[in-house]
């Protein structure tokens, strides 16, 4: 079955880190860019960073909201993406969805959502 | 960077409707546009990528049109199963954004 499967949510104090995963199945992990999409409770939808394939030297890019305090990173062996994610506050508590963008006629766009694993920031 | 806006955020529609929601961007995209559906306690579903293009499995029903600042989602018969809140998403550059959402109610 082709599916993502996010891990490692929970409660952590402002200030501290977590690390999410997201375990891909049933597609060929390394020929997708992967991203990680976020979502505060009753709110919309945020981006939070994308990490490129192989074939694009598994460059990132990220949001400003994070950057220099989330780091992407990927396995291409496990077929897994990684959200290390440092410097917590309580903005950033929300759900974390990972998502799988694919490559159709010149376009990388997201095809595939995980459930979304839920990150609450709170002392 | 540049900012999505849909409108309306929220709208009442009955079955059998024909729905339109519009997304504007702050500055010309061409057709690097995606609209997704999102029921309540769910994941997204990608609907539609190159603003018209359905992604595999999703329902004729479903239509997307525009280029460089204006776009629409239109759903030619609301059925019971398309109560949902819509969003759309460029992906023209970085950082990628994600309009504010159309409740569809």
């Known amino acids: 079955e082709v599916q993502l499967v996010e891990s490692g949510g929970g409660l952590v104090q402002p200030g501290g880190s977590l690390r999410l995963s997201c375990a891909a199945s049933?597609?060929?992990?390394?020929?997708?860019?992967m991203d990680w999409v976020r979502q505060a409770p009753g709110k919309g939808l945020e981006w939070v960073g994308r990490?490129?394939?192989?074939?694009?030297?598994?460059?990132?890019e990220y949001a400003a909201s994070v950057k220099g305090r989330f780091t992407i990173s990927g396995d291409d062996s496990k077929n897994s993406l990684y959200l290390q994610m440092n410097s917590l506050n309580t903005e950033d508590t929300a759900i974390y969805y990972c998502?799988?963008?694919?490559?159709?006629?010149?376009?990388?766009?997201?095809?595939?959502w995980g459930r979304g694993t839920l990150v609450t920031v709170s002392s | 960077d540049i900012q999505m806006t849909q409108s309306p955020s929220s709208l009442s529609a009955s079955v059998g409707d024909r729905v339109t929601i519009t997304c504007r961007a702050s500055q010309a995209i061409s057709n690097y546009l995606a609209w997704f559906q999102q029921k309540p306690g769910k994941a997204p579903k990608s609907l539609i990528y190159?603003?018209?293009s359905l992604q595999s499995g999703v329902p004729s029903k479903f239509s997307g049109s525009g280029s460089g600042t204006d776009f629409t989602l239109t759903i030619s018969s609301l059925q019971p199963e398309d109560f949902a809140t819509y969003y759309c998403?460029?992906?023209?550059?970085?950082?990628?954004?994600f309009g504010g959402g159309t409740k569809v109610e």
């Open positions: 998502a799988r963008a694919s490559l159709k006629t010149g376009h990388w766009s997201f095809d595939l």
């Open positions: 998403q460029h992906y023209r550059n970085y950082p990628l954004a």
């Open positions: 049933g597609f060929t992990f390394s020929d997708h860019y």
């Open positions: 990490i490129r394939n192989k074939a694009n030297s598994y460059t990132t």
């Open positions: 190159a603003a018209s």
